[in-house]
């Protein structure tokens, strides 16, 4: 199975039958070693509720608060739900999310397929873009495309210089603007998810549809988008919920346009006046909070189904590729395309403005502007710390999450007693889009005498929240694939709890455990939603100080960092992927 | 160095001279240095950009005292949500901050040190709290920007009625961020203009123009302008301007009356973790050393010994009209222009 690198963080192991029925079984958990299982509960249940739940608490109470009078009061929700920027706002949340959703999904499963499933050239060029893409921070991504698309940059250009106009092609600052850049943003991951999909679906029936006489198109449009459907439902759906969440495309090209969705709304009740509006900005969290729950429920229910589909097509094998004929230069094209558009056009704008003293188009004249100023300013030794601290807080986040869901893993998928309560507690984040969870973990210590506040610590402290549902979902799906009769019989020989955890499940899971560490590393050292609100002048991560050097006029200076910064990270995805890779392999080689 | 400081401060000097039995700044100096070399680093929230000023007031400082500056930039009401954040949190990260109006606020809420340094005394009235919460570090002035290159000169708009020309629909810009340097301030300077009543009807005429909110600083949104995605940047520093017209960028800025003038002032928080050091940094940046460093990176110091380096900056040397904002009448009003914004311009 290729699921570890699949992030769909679907509650995955209660609602699917057990891999083994055995009647005795049940009262493994009645024996020796139950003592010790009990405290394990226990302990999780404790740890896991005093992370989750606090949070969750002090934003409701945030958001029924009045904070002038200092008494109980609805006042902010009737503030946030009677002025008429909410409900456009949330239009164009929706709007905005299910466009990039759409564009990521087409473009990533189009991939997807003609990599997994045709005998098109040039494939590697498709893992090469998505796996950089892992290591670079949005905010820089954002930054590029912007420059790109914006209407100085190379595309309307061209275009001013073909139509003789002084028109644009692309107004980037725009819903469609927005959507096209969100959408890109995603379809590296919508391409790696799709990927797995198709490589794990079964092949046989669409033989059977061309032995039948159906042609490429006819079998992809009956067969295999019938077959993935479940599961291209289920993945627009997450990108449709990570683009609800969405802060920096939103912030960088939707304010522009005049085009404001929830997340920057509550973001400018923080910033935009002092003292913040912390009960405006609560409730509108809370309210999206409720949103992000129905989708996730919608959510669930589809990839409940997808799981099923999945679950017809388990068998080892080799599909044959289609062959594409002459198409197949077609389907190359495209994949040079995604590379030059995901990868290739945005590292060289990039590079060309890390290169300049101010923006300026692509020009001979511009040319004789060219400096290493900017290289030379950023290797500094406040840049080394910053690297380190990102590096810190990463490390730091995805090896307690890891080590949390480990376990939680294990008494959920082995029905530990309470284990149904350690996983519900530890997929309970999800409902938190990142910057409502800063904005949560920032009213809890700035209320409780802990003095964690502007450390290393609290940014370690929510990205564990925010990254326990996808340490769950790695380690229990390793879970599901290791056949209990191991543990059993270390247990007869008088195997502690411990001792099994220890030297068997580990040892098994470590594929898996390690695949979820570096997905969770990656993302906690690129997003910008969370930090960016609880972040102090010692305590910056990467994506942080990047949009910080963005907001403040530093456009030069965030090209030649984040290059450098994404250069680093890139190496470390590609550890991840050829990782998550080998695991998938010895997963259909347990199989 | 310290002679030349010596020589530089004598008003100061002979102030303190007069008042108490002399020697008492040198003395203090003294002392203070100590302290603060004890303490060893000092964190300074600014709003000032780093890379134009920031870097070089940070490493003459640090040349000086050997004390390390850690600087962290945000705009003006940033500042100041962090600092009340951070404060009622019981953990003040700041020591010294600067902003048009960042002070009144946290003034209010009782986190900034009642405290001038000595050079101070120097300064004129207008340029310091009359309660000794804040002084001036530098001038700013406001106005529109164009790029040169898409707006040959002489046909950039030179009055506010010339804005509303449908052919600047579309190219223009201005930052979102609710103080001076944004749209917030350009609606106070209009109102405080033309009245109430006609400010109104001109900025319901201007919003038709359909001005891009960019969200960052006003420096960001006339690197934008020089990078061509906007014509012209409404509300910028007019000295950034100058800066990057000299490293040879196609950009200037323009004289429209009245140019908005406010002012950068710099206090110590109450509760700073470096108190020493803090004092110490303050009274750097408003020496007469400490502003030649301003003066240098074309800033318009506010100590009045230290003339610009572009006199047709100030509107003395410029010969142009301001609308002067003190942070306190930036601070009550903001609120007010943020809802007009939010009203017409969204």
Redesign the interface.
Same mark, same amino acid.
């Given at each position: 199975m290729t699921s570890s690198i699949d992030l769909v963080p679907a509650a995955p192991a209660t609602h699917r039958k057990p891999l083994c029925d055995d009647a005795g079984i049940e009262t493994i958990w009645s024996r020796l070693s139950a003592y010790q299982t009990r405290l394990l509960a226990a302990f999780l249940i404790v740890v896991l509720a005093a992370l989750v739940l606090p949070p969750l608490l002090f934003l409701l109470k945030a958001s029924v608060l009045d904070a002038q009078r200092g008494e109980w009061s609805l006042v902010n929700f009737e503030v946030v739900l009677g002025s008429r920027?909410f409900l456009a706002s949330s239009a164009n949340s929706l709007v905005f999310a299910a466009g990039s959703a759409a564009l990521a999904l087409v473009i990533g499963w189009i991939t997807a397929w003609i990599v997994e499933r045709t005998n098109t050239p040039l494939k590697s060029l498709a893992y090469l873009t998505a796996i950089i893409s892992l290591g670079t921070p949005y905010i820089l991504y954002v930054t590029a495309w912007l420059?790109v698309f914006?209407?100085?940059g190379p595309v309307n250009q061209l275009y001013r210089a073909l139509s003789g106009t002084s028109d644009v092609v692309i107004n980037i600052?725009s819903m469609p603007g927005m959507i096209m850049v969100e959408g890109f943003l995603w379809s590296p991951l919508a391409f790696l998810l799709a990927g797995a999909t198709l490589r794990n679906a079964n092949p046989e029936l669409e033989e059977a549809a061309r032995v039948s006489g159906a042609g490429i198109w006819q079998t992809i449009r009956r067969v295999t988008l019938r077959l993935s459907l479940p599961s291209i439902l289920a993945l627009s759906m997450l990108v449709f919920i990570r683009a609800v969440e969405a802060f920096e495309v939103p912030?960088?090209a939707g304010?522009?346009?005049?085009v404001?969705v929830l997340t920057?709304d509550i973001y400018?009740n923080?910033?935009?006046?002092?003292?913040?509006d912390v009960g405006g900005a609560s409730a509108l969290s809370v309210l999206m909070l409720a949103l992000v729950l129905v989708l996730l429920a919608i959510y669930g229910r589809l990839s409940r189904h997808a799981d099923k589909f999945a679950t017809v097509t388990g068998k080892g094998f080799q599909p044959r590729p289609f062959d594409l004929g002459r198409l197949r230069y077609a389907a190359a094209a495209m994949l040079v395309a995604n590379f030059l558009l995901l990868l290739l056009v945005p590292v060289a704008m990039l590079t060309w403005v890390s290169l300049l %003293?101010? +923006?300026?188009?692509l020009s001979a004249a511009a040319f004789d502007?060219v400096t290493l100023a900017n290289y030379r300013?950023v290797f500094s030794p406040d840049h080394v710390g910053l690297i380190v601290n990102t590096l810190l807080v990463a490390t730091a986040t995805a090896t307690i999450a890891v080590a949390l869901t480990f376990a939680a893993a294990w008494l959920s998928v082995r029905r530990a007693p309470c284990g149904w309560a350690v996983e519900r507690l530890a997929t309970v984040p999800l409902v938190f889009p990142g910057l409502v969870l800063g904005i949560a973990v920032?009213q809890l210590?700035?209320r409780l005498?802990i %003095?964690l +506040?502007?450390t290393l610590a609290i940014l370690v402290w929510a990205f564990v929240i925010n990254y326990l549902p996808y340490g769950m979902r790695y380690s229990a799906s390793g879970m599901l694939q290791i056949h209990r009769e191991l543990e059993e019989s270390a247990e007869i020989c008088g195997a502690s709890a411990w001792t099994r955890l220890a030297r068997i499940v580990a040892p098994l899971l470590a594929p898996a455990l390690l695949a979820g560490w570096l997905f969770i590393f990656l993302m906690a050292a690129r997003v910008l939603s969370l930090p960016i609100l609880l972040a102090?002048?010692?305590s910056q991560t990467m994506a942080v100080t990047l949009f910080?050097l963005?907001?403040?006029?530093?456009?030069t200076?965030l090209a030649a960092l984040g290059l450098i910064w994404s250069a680093l990270m890139a190496m470390i995805a590609a550890i991840f992927y050829g990782l998550a890779r080998r695991s998938a392999a010895g997963a259909l080689a347990r199989a | 160095m310290a002679r030349l400081r010596w020589g530089l401060r004598l008003p100061a000097a002979a102030v303190c001279a007069a008042s108490l039995a002399g020697g008492c700044a040198r003395a203090a100096d003294a002392a203070l240095i100590a302290a603060a070399q004890k303490e060893g680093e000092v964190?300074w929230?600014t709003t000032q950009?780093?890379?134009q000023l920031v870097r070089p007031v940070s490493a003459a400082f640090e040349k000086k005292y050997g004390v390390k500056v850690?600087a962290?930039?945000?705009?003006s009401?940033?500042v100041?949500?962090k600092i009340?954040?951070?404060s009622?949190?019981?953990?003040p990260?700041?020591d010294v901050f600067d902003g048009t109006s960042?002070v009144v606020?946290?003034k209010k809420?009782g986190y900034v040190l009642k405290w001038l340094p000595d050079p101070a005394k120097a300064y004129p009235a207008q340029y310091k709290d009359p309660e000794g919460y804040w002084v001036a570090n530098n001038l700013y002035f406001l106005a529109p920007g164009f790029n040169t290159r898409l707006v040959p000169r002489g046909s950039e708009p030179r009055t506010y009625q010339a804005l509303l020309d449908p052919k600047w629909r579309g190219k223009m810009?201005w930052s979102?961020?609710?103080t001076s340097s944004g749209g917030s301030g350009f609606i106070g300077t209009v109102l405080t203009e033309m009245g109430s009543e006609s400010g109104m009807a001109y900025l319901r005429e201007l919003a038709k123009q359909?001005i891009?909110?960019?969200?960052?600083?006003?420096?960001?949104v006339?690197?934008?302008v020089?990078?061509?995605?906007?014509s012209l940047a409404l509300q910028i520093f007019n000295h950034h301007a100058v800066i990057?017209g000299k490293?040879?960028?196609p950009v200037d800025w323009i004289k429209m009356e009245p140019v908005t003038g406010t002012l950068s002032v710099i206090s110590v928080h109450k509760d700073a973790p470096h108190p020493n050091a803090a004092k110490l940094l303050v009274d750097f940046i408003i020496s007469t050393e400490g502003q030649h460093i301003f003066r240098d990176a074309e800033y318009l110091p506010a100590d009045p010994t230290v003339p610009p380096l572009t006199p047709a900056l100030t509107p003395e040397g410029g010969k142009f009209r301001t609308r002067f904002f003190t942070p306190e009448q930036t601070e009550d009003a903001?609120?007010g222009w943020?809802k007009i914004y939010?009203d017409l311009?969204?």
């Amino acid at each position: 199975m290729t699921s570890s690198i699949d992030l769909v963080p679907a509650a995955p192991a209660t609602h699917r039958k057990p891999l083994c029925d055995d009647a005795g079984i049940e009262t493994i958990w009645s024996r020796l070693s139950a003592y010790q299982t009990r405290l394990l509960a226990a302990f999780l249940i404790v740890v896991l509720a005093a992370l989750v739940l606090p949070p969750l608490l002090f934003l409701l109470k945030a958001s029924v608060l009045d904070a002038q009078r200092g008494e109980w009061s609805l006042v902010n929700f009737e503030v946030v739900l009677g002025s008429r920027r909410f409900l456009a706002s949330s239009a164009n949340s929706l709007v905005f999310a299910a466009g990039s959703a759409a564009l990521a999904l087409v473009i990533g499963w189009i991939t997807a397929w003609i990599v997994e499933r045709t005998n098109t050239p040039l494939k590697s060029l498709a893992y090469l873009t998505a796996i950089i893409s892992l290591g670079t921070p949005y905010i820089l991504y954002v930054t590029a495309w912007l420059l790109v698309f914006g209407k100085a940059g190379p595309v309307n250009q061209l275009y001013r210089a073909l139509s003789g106009t002084s028109d644009v092609v692309i107004n980037i600052y725009s819903m469609p603007g927005m959507i096209m850049v969100e959408g890109f943003l995603w379809s590296p991951l919508a391409f790696l998810l799709a990927g797995a999909t198709l490589r794990n679906a079964n092949p046989e029936l669409e033989e059977a549809a061309r032995v039948s006489g159906a042609g490429i198109w006819q079998t992809i449009r009956r067969v295999t988008l019938r077959l993935s459907l479940p599961s291209i439902l289920a993945l627009s759906m997450l990108v449709f919920i990570r683009a609800v969440e969405a802060f920096e495309v939103p912030a960088l090209a939707g304010l522009p346009g005049r085009v404001s969705v929830l997340t920057t709304d509550i973001y400018s009740n923080m910033v935009a006046r002092a003292p913040p509006d912390v009960g405006g900005a609560s409730a509108l969290s809370v309210l999206m909070l409720a949103l992000v729950l129905v989708l996730l429920a919608i959510y669930g229910r589809l990839s409940r189904h997808a799981d099923k589909f999945a679950t017809v097509t388990g068998k080892g094998f080799q599909p044959r590729p289609f062959d594409l004929g002459r198409l197949r230069y077609a389907a190359a094209a495209m994949l040079v395309a995604n590379f030059l558009l995901l990868l290739l056009v945005p590292v060289a704008m990039l590079t060309w403005v890390s290169l300049l %003293p101010f +923006y300026q188009p692509l020009s001979a004249a511009a040319f004789d502007l060219v400096t290493l100023a900017n290289y030379r300013t950023v290797f500094s030794p406040d840049h080394v710390g910053l690297i380190v601290n990102t590096l810190l807080v990463a490390t730091a986040t995805a090896t307690i999450a890891v080590a949390l869901t480990f376990a939680a893993a294990w008494l959920s998928v082995r029905r530990a007693p309470c284990g149904w309560a350690v996983e519900r507690l530890a997929t309970v984040p999800l409902v938190f889009p990142g910057l409502v969870l800063g904005i949560a973990v920032m009213q809890l210590f700035l209320r409780l005498p802990i %003095p964690l +506040y502007g450390t290393l610590a609290i940014l370690v402290w929510a990205f564990v929240i925010n990254y326990l549902p996808y340490g769950m979902r790695y380690s229990a799906s390793g879970m599901l694939q290791i056949h209990r009769e191991l543990e059993e019989s270390a247990e007869i020989c008088g195997a502690s709890a411990w001792t099994r955890l220890a030297r068997i499940v580990a040892p098994l899971l470590a594929p898996a455990l390690l695949a979820g560490w570096l997905f969770i590393f990656l993302m906690a050292a690129r997003v910008l939603s969370l930090p960016i609100l609880l972040a102090g002048p010692r305590s910056q991560t990467m994506a942080v100080t990047l949009f910080d050097l963005w907001s403040n006029g530093q456009g030069t200076e965030l090209a030649a960092l984040g290059l450098i910064w994404s250069a680093l990270m890139a190496m470390i995805a590609a550890i991840f992927y050829g990782l998550a890779r080998r695991s998938a392999a010895g997963a259909l080689a347990r199989a | 160095m310290a002679r030349l400081r010596w020589g530089l401060r004598l008003p100061a000097a002979a102030v303190c001279a007069a008042s108490l039995a002399g020697g008492c700044a040198r003395a203090a100096d003294a002392a203070l240095i100590a302290a603060a070399q004890k303490e060893g680093e000092v964190v300074w929230y600014t709003t000032q950009i780093i890379s134009q000023l920031v870097r070089p007031v940070s490493a003459a400082f640090e040349k000086k005292y050997g004390v390390k500056v850690r600087a962290a930039r945000a705009n003006s009401t940033e500042v100041s949500v962090k600092i009340i954040n951070e404060s009622r949190a019981g953990r003040p990260q700041s020591d010294v901050f600067d902003g048009t109006s960042t002070v009144v606020p946290l003034k209010k809420e009782g986190y900034v040190l009642k405290w001038l340094p000595d050079p101070a005394k120097a300064y004129p009235a207008q340029y310091k709290d009359p309660e000794g919460y804040w002084v001036a570090n530098n001038l700013y002035f406001l106005a529109p920007g164009f790029n040169t290159r898409l707006v040959p000169r002489g046909s950039e708009p030179r009055t506010y009625q010339a804005l509303l020309d449908p052919k600047w629909r579309g190219k223009m810009a201005w930052s979102t961020t609710a103080t001076s340097s944004g749209g917030s301030g350009f609606i106070g300077t209009v109102l405080t203009e033309m009245g109430s009543e006609s400010g109104m009807a001109y900025l319901r005429e201007l919003a038709k123009q359909r001005i891009a909110n960019v969200g960052s600083a006003a420096r960001e949104v006339l690197d934008q302008v020089i990078a061509g995605e906007y014509s012209l940047a409404l509300q910028i520093f007019n000295h950034h301007a100058v800066i990057s017209g000299k490293k040879g960028a196609p950009v200037d800025w323009i004289k429209m009356e009245p140019v908005t003038g406010t002012l950068s002032v710099i206090s110590v928080h109450k509760d700073a973790p470096h108190p020493n050091a803090a004092k110490l940094l303050v009274d750097f940046i408003i020496s007469t050393e400490g502003q030649h460093i301003f003066r240098d990176a074309e800033y318009l110091p506010a100590d009045p010994t230290v003339p610009p380096l572009t006199p047709a900056l100030t509107p003395e040397g410029g010969k142009f009209r301001t609308r002067f904002f003190t942070p306190e009448q930036t601070e009550d009003a903001i609120a007010g222009w943020k809802k007009i914004y939010d009203d017409l311009f969204w």
